[in-house]
Structures are given as structure tokens and as C-alpha cells.
């Protein structure tokens, strides 16, 4: 079965700081492998998605992954830190060869920004 | 993007009764819904997969006949918690998709049980 682990469940960060998230997964295969966000008392919001296309992959708000697959690992990152970022932040890998297969979230990492 | 739209956002509901949880996908025919729970500070935890016009496939450990999951029509799943206790006081959050493309979230439905 697929999983995903996220190294620390809580990151703090000064503002204008870079952002680093950590995310392995776990399988030979790479699957469809997503970043989630969510504000507190909200769904959930797509930042970025990896289908093979590219290894690196750009989402919104100035977000980016890199798929490793040498090291299992689909890192998120920012250059720059905004206080608007502080959220709970979700790796997420899908079960299926179909990004619409059922999705297995990791433990989420919480984000704080220092001022 | 497509939307997927929960209803209610809030809820609270008096122990041993049964609550409705609607999820409809506003702007595209979801063939399949997905049903998660969310505890506080924790992750997302699937609870069922459900397509339409055919049963629910529940995950290990989640008990079918208390969480009653109808996938009626290509726009609409409803989730029924029933005689529900304190103890399914929980974030609920579906996910809509169509075919093999992305599935999106509604915004949740936050479920407290006194």
C-alpha cells in the first residue's frame, strides 16, 4: 500500500525565510504525488502535483516540489516565506495509476511564520 | 476549477440521533466521491470510496451500517452519521472527481456530537 511520511509536524520560520517541507514516500513506483494546504476550519487546496510529466513541479502561490526518486523524497519548498503561509501543510500520494484514485495523506506539518 | 460544495459547514447534533452530510460537485458529474474524517490535528483519514449508482467501498475499520454513504446521481453524495455519539465529533471532508482526472475537496463539515 502507498504511504507518505512528513518529517516534522511543525516547521517555524521567519518571514521572508525559505520554507522547506519534507515528504518521502514510500513505493518502487512513481505514483501520482500531491501538496495540499488548509486553513484552519477548511477543505483542503491542491498547491501542486507530480504525474511524471516533470521533476520539478511549480504550484501556486510561489510553492515548488521536487521529485527525487533516488531518495523517495517530494520536498516542498518557498523561497520566501509570507506571513499569509502559516497552514497546515499535507503530502499526499494517490493509491492508483489515476489521480482520482483514492488519496493517502501524510501526518501534516504545520507552518508558522515568525514576523 | 471545479467546485465541491459541502453542506452544512457546522453541525451539532444531540447524541443517538442521525445526521446528513451533503456533498455536491457544482460544476462537473463526479463519478466518484471520496468520504474522509479528520480528527483534530490530525491527517486526513479515508473513510469510503463511493461511485455512482453502486455501493460504497468502506476502509478497514469504518463501520458501514453507522456511516451510511448514497451516491444518488453524478452531483451528489450524502454521508449519514447514525446514532451518532460523542466520539464521531469529527472534520468531514469529501472529494469529488470524474474519470481519471484530479479529484477536488469540499470545505468540510465540522461535526460535534453532545
Known amino acids: 500500500a502507498q504511504s507518505v511520511t512528513q518529517l516534522g509536524s511543525h516547521v517555524s520560520v521567519s518571514e521572508g525565510a525559505l520554507v522547506l517541507l519534507r515528504c518521502n514516500y514510500s513505493?518502487?513506483?512513481?505514483?501520482?504525488l500531491f501538496w495540499y494546504v488548509q486553513y484552519p476550519n477548511q477543505g483542503l487546496q491542491l498547491l501542486l502535483k507530480?504525474?511524471?510529466?516533470?521533476?520539478l513541479v511549480k504550484g501556486i502561490n510561489g510553492f515548488e516540489a521536487e521529485f527525487k526518486k533516488s531518495e523517495t523524497s517530494f520536498h516542498l519548498t518557498k523561497p520566501s516565506a509570507h506571513m499569509s503561509d502559516a497552514a497546515e501543510y499535507f503530502c499526499a500520494v494517490s493509491e492508483g495509476y489515476s489521480s482520482a484514485s483514492k488519496i493517502i495523506f501524510g501526518s501534516g506539518t504545520r507552518l508558522s511564520i515568525r514576523p | 476549477g471545479a467546485v465541491v460544495s459541502q453542506h452544512p459547514s457546522r453541525v451539532i447534533c444531540k447524541s443517538g440521533t442521525s445526521v446528513k452530510i451533503e456533498c455536491r460537485s457544482l460544476?462537473?458529474?463526479?463519478?466518484?466521491m471520496f468520504w474522509y474524517r479528520q480528527f483534530p490535528k490530525q491527517s486526513l483519514m479515508l473513510m469510503a470510496t463511493s461511485n455512482e449508482g453502486s455501493k460504497a467501498t468502506y476502509e478497514q475499520g469504518v463501520e458501514k451500517d453507522k456511516f451510511l454513504i448514497n451516491h444518488a446521481s453524478l452531483t451528489l453524495s450524502t454521508l449519514t452519521v447514525t446514532s451518532a455519539h460523542p466520539e464521531d465529533s469529527s472534520f468531514y471532508i469529501c472529494s469529488a472527481a470524474v474519470g481519471t482526472s484530479e479529484a477536488f475537496f469540499g470545505q468540510g463539515t465540522r461535526l460535534t456530537v453532545v
Open positions: 513505493s518502487s513506483v512513481p505514483p501520482y
Open positions: 460544476d462537473f458529474q463526479a463519478t466518484t
Open positions: 507530480y504525474t511524471s510529466a516533470a521533476t
